[in-house]
């Protein structure tokens, strides 16, 4: 069954929003109030059209800026199917794992690095430690619906609570820094972006160049000590940063 069926798809033909992108806003509300689930196949594109009294070249336009945005994907011998919403995150101070998790992403993460190593010069700054002194970096890779979404890489201090890699898979780094008695207070944050490197297209599933989103994070507890090195890379198809901006007065 169809289920573009089941939702009230209109278009205004005064309105000067070309048709096109109406339906494609319509249809991505619904991918992202899950009215469209991941893995539903969208039906016929003659039969929408037909429905809506639109083109198929029309339908097809909408249908493939959401193919871009990563929301849907068209599989030979399978037809359109719904993939995901992508996630917007707000700039706050949450965790990876939370977020997910409230946009109903169902997280998973696995585990690549969790081992002791020389403080670099960078690292040291962040954390304010002696450079070539010991601290913690983990390498995880978080996943959503079974796709890769972000690559992670973190740097703590030694000894700041035990890095057990199972609990690592099984929750994010903030909860069990809460967990083990740590109030986050504050974070200072940089956002970018850049190519791709081979190793890291071959992570995240993505072609060798292609655009990624950056994030650095040095977290702070409400001691004012840095408790959390992060340099983050995410698949801009499936995740975004969204932003508040004030009027300063």
């Given at each position: 069954?169809?289920?573009?069926?089941?939702?009230?798809?209109r278009?205004d033909?005064?309105?000067?929003?070309?048709?096109?992108?109406?339906?494609?806003?319509?249809?991505?509300?619904?991918?992202?109030?899950?009215?469209?689930?991941?893995?539903?196949?969208?039906?016929?594109?003659?039969?929408?059209?037909?429905?809506?009294?639109?083109?198929?070249?029309?339908?097809?336009?909408?249908?493939?800026?959401?193919?871009?945005?990563?929301?849907?994907?068209?599989?030979?011998?399978?037809?359109?199917?719904?993939?995901?919403?992508?996630?917007?995150?707000?700039?706050?101070?949450?965790?990876?794992?939370?977020?997910?998790?409230?946009?109903?992403q169902?997280?998973?993460?696995?585990?690549?690095?969790?081992?002791?190593?020389?403080?670099?010069?960078?690292?040291?700054?962040?954390?304010?430690?002696?450079?070539?002194?010991?601290?913690?970096?983990?390498?995880?890779?978080?996943?959503?619906?079974?796709?890769?979404?972000?690559?992670?890489?973190?740097?703590?201090?030694?000894?700041?609570?035990?890095?057990?890699?199972?609990?690592?898979?099984?929750?994010?780094?903030?909860?069990?820094?809460?967990?083990a008695?740590?109030?986050?207070?504050?974070?200072?944050?940089?956002?970018?972006?850049?190519?791709?490197?081979?190793a890291?297209?071959?992570?995240?599933?993505?072609?060798?160049?292609?655009?990624?989103?950056?994030?650095?994070?040095?977290?702070?507890?409400?001691?004012?000590?840095?408790?959390?090195?992060?340099?983050?890379?995410?698949?801009?198809?499936?995740?975004?940063?969204?932003?508040?901006?004030?009027?300063?007065?």
């Amino acid at each position: 069954m169809d289920p573009t069926a089941a939702l009230d798809l209109r278009v205004d033909r005064s309105s000067p929003v070309p048709l096109y992108f109406q339906l494609s806003q319509q249809l991505e509300a619904a991918i992202e109030r899950g009215d469209l689930t991941p893995g539903s196949l969208l039906g016929n594109e003659i039969e929408l059209a037909a429905r809506l009294g639109l083109s198929r070249p029309t339908v097809r336009q909408a249908i493939q800026s959401l193919v871009d945005k990563g929301l849907l994907v068209r599989r030979r011998g399978v037809g359109t199917q719904v993939v995901h919403s992508q996630v917007k995150r707000p700039l706050e101070l949450s965790s990876l794992y939370d977020d997910l998790e409230a946009a109903g992403q169902r997280p998973a993460t696995k585990v690549l690095v969790n081992t002791v190593v020389q403080a670099t010069a960078e690292v040291a700054a962040a954390l304010g430690v002696t450079e070539g002194g010991e601290v913690h970096r983990i390498e995880r890779l978080r996943m959503a619906h079974g796709e890769p979404m972000a690559y992670l890489v973190n740097h703590l201090p030694p000894g700041l609570f035990d890095l057990d890699t199972a609990q690592l898979e099984a929750t994010g780094l903030y909860r069990m820094m809460r967990s083990a008695g740590i109030t986050l207070h504050s974070a200072r944050q940089s956002i970018g972006a850049r190519r791709a490197t081979a190793a890291e297209a071959d992570r995240l599933a993505e072609e060798e160049g292609a655009p990624l989103l950056t994030m650095r994070r040095t977290t702070f507890d409400d001691t004012g000590r840095a408790v959390e090195f992060g340099d983050h890379t995410y698949r801009p198809a499936r995740y975004s940063f969204e932003f508040q901006l004030l009027v300063r007065s």
